[in-house]
Every structure is written in structure tokens, then in C-alpha cells.
């Protein structure tokens, strides 16, 4: 049964599956994962259809979801995972009906950074599309984690982040003009660090 799963969906983010089984993206068809790595989140979208994109700076990760697009569906298009940076993505506006972002964001180098990520991912997303983020956080480890200035912090399992918290998210919602599709979700592992997840819909054309 376990290895039916894996076949299906990969090694997919547990709280994106979530989505997938609650249907919130059936009626998408233009999919982006931003910092896509190899491919982890995509099995289930490039077996199923979907018109797949993903990005990430690092060209072996690239390199790696291209060879997975081309086991996976080999008849379908291998050219839609190009090198590439958050901030500066080449597609134009209103291009995606899902953005998949999972554990990049907090690799933002200060808070301009984050600010120049987060709007070039709504501005490649189309009106009614759906942001799926997971990023690091301090919620729930407010008192445990050290400042070091720009939006940056010192986690205790010994990492540098940069992170958010609730006040944050909703404002950048509002910010936006988007509306909470799923309530803002954190997992604390051991009081070590903080993952949070964020799922925004763009519903208008800001």
C-alpha cells in the first residue's frame, strides 16, 4: 500500500497532499513550483496532466526534474523547469493557477528580499490562483529564537533563517488582496524550529 502511495504522490509535503485530498486545486491547470529542487512535490501533478513549471537557482536540481518529468510522463514537455531566482522570475503576469513555494522563503536574505520574492509570486499568479507556502517561522518559539537583524534569526537546532510570524502573514494577505484559503498552520519540532503554512488566494487582479 505504502509503495502505491509513494508511486502516486512522491515524497510529497504531507500538508500540500492535505490540499490535494480536500480537492482545492482540481480546477487548476498551469502549475508552478518555486524552488522547485528535484521534483519531490510534482509526481503527482506531471502523472496527472498538469501543465507543470518549476524553477529553482541551482542547476543540478534542474537538471534533476527535468530527468523525473521525462520518467514520469515521457511524452509531456521537459522544457518547463528553467534556472531561475524567486524574485526575478521570466514569465509574465497572471501566468499560474498554483504556486507551490515549500521551504524557500526562508532563505531570504533580509526583509526587502522576502517583500521582492512574495510579490513576484503573486504577480505570475492568476486571479482565483492558489498560493501553497511552507516556511519557516516563530511562532510558537518566540523566546527561543535570537535575533540577528533584517528579518534574520538564529533557530536552536543551530540554523540561520529568515522568519514570520502570524502578525506578518496576515498583513502580507491583506497586503496582497488575498484571502486565507486554509488556516495559518504551524508545527513545532521539539522547540527546535517552527514550519508554518501559508495558503493564500489571489482573488483580484493586484
Known sequence: MSNNLQET???IDIYL????????FDNCKKVI??????????VYFIKNG???TGVDRDEGAIAAVKELA????????????IVSN???MPFT?????????????????????FDAMIRSIWRVLAPGGFLFARLASDIGIEQLVTGLGNGRYLLPDGSTRFLVNN??????????????????????????????????MKNNAR
Not at 513550483?33 to 510534482?42: M, S, T
Not at 521525462?70 to 523547469?81: K, M, R, V
Request: charged residues 15%; aromatic residues 10%; negative net charge.
Open 33 to 42: 513550483d518555486i524552488g522547485c529542487g528535484g521534483g519531490r512535490n510534482l
Open 86 to 88: 524567486v524574485e526575478d
Open 9 to 11: 504522490f512522491g515524497n
Open 167 to 200: 502578525a506578518m502573514l496576515n498583513n502580507y494577505t491583506t497586503a496582497l488582496g488575498g484571502v486565507l484559503y486554509e488556516p495559518i498552520k504551524t508545527t513545532n519540532v521539539s522547540n527546535l524550529r517552527c514550519m508554518t503554512t501559508w495558503c493564500i
Open 93 to 113: 503576469d497572471a501566468t499560474f493557477d498554483l504556486a507551490i513555494c515549500s521551504a524557500v522563503l526562508h532563505f531570504a536574505n533580509d526583509d526587502a528580499h
Open 17 to 24: 497532499f492535505d490540499q490535494l485530498l480536500k480537492g482545492r
Open 70 to 81: 521525462e520518467q514520469l510522463a515521457p511524452n509531456g514537455n521537459a522544457g518547463n523547469f
Open 50 to 52: 498538469f501543465d507543470v
